[in-house]
């Protein structure tokens, strides 16, 4: 993962739909791929609105991308996430890229609730997760969740 002349100030982890190079694309129209990352001792599900999210579990891991993205894209991304209205908030975290420790930020639902994705929600995920070149034992996982 190149890390070195970002062209943007922050880095995000996706985790769920923004893993989606073309929802990226129109979402955040500045933010540019850099690569796979794992977040260790977090798990990932499926909150009570239906999109995904992470809570801290020691010893699970989290497989995700990460983007480099503007003042602009992040701004875009907390109102998709709808930190204003306090459905998720953005936190900083440590990834690991390629062996190496990453502080960038994600977004985390603000509830401890539990659902079923909603239609075609997962299927974007996954298509993101093989865009990224997740482990496919991620992506075996994600297309195991119950619909």
Known sequence: MQLNNLLNPHLYFAYGSNLDPEQM???C???IALGA?????WAW???GR???TVSPSPGAQ???GVWNVSDSDLARLDRYEGVAGGLYRREFVTVMAEDLPVELLLYIENYNDHGLPRPDYLERIIAGARWFDLPQSWIDDL???PV
């Open 50 to 52: 239906g999109y995904a």
């Open 29 to 31: 129209p500045d933010a």
């Open 62 to 64: 989290v497989w995700g």
């Open 45 to 47: 599900r499926i909150g």
């Open 25 to 27: 694309d129109w979402r």
């Open 37 to 41: 990352a794992r977040l260790e001792d």
């Open 143 to 145: 297309a195991a969740v």
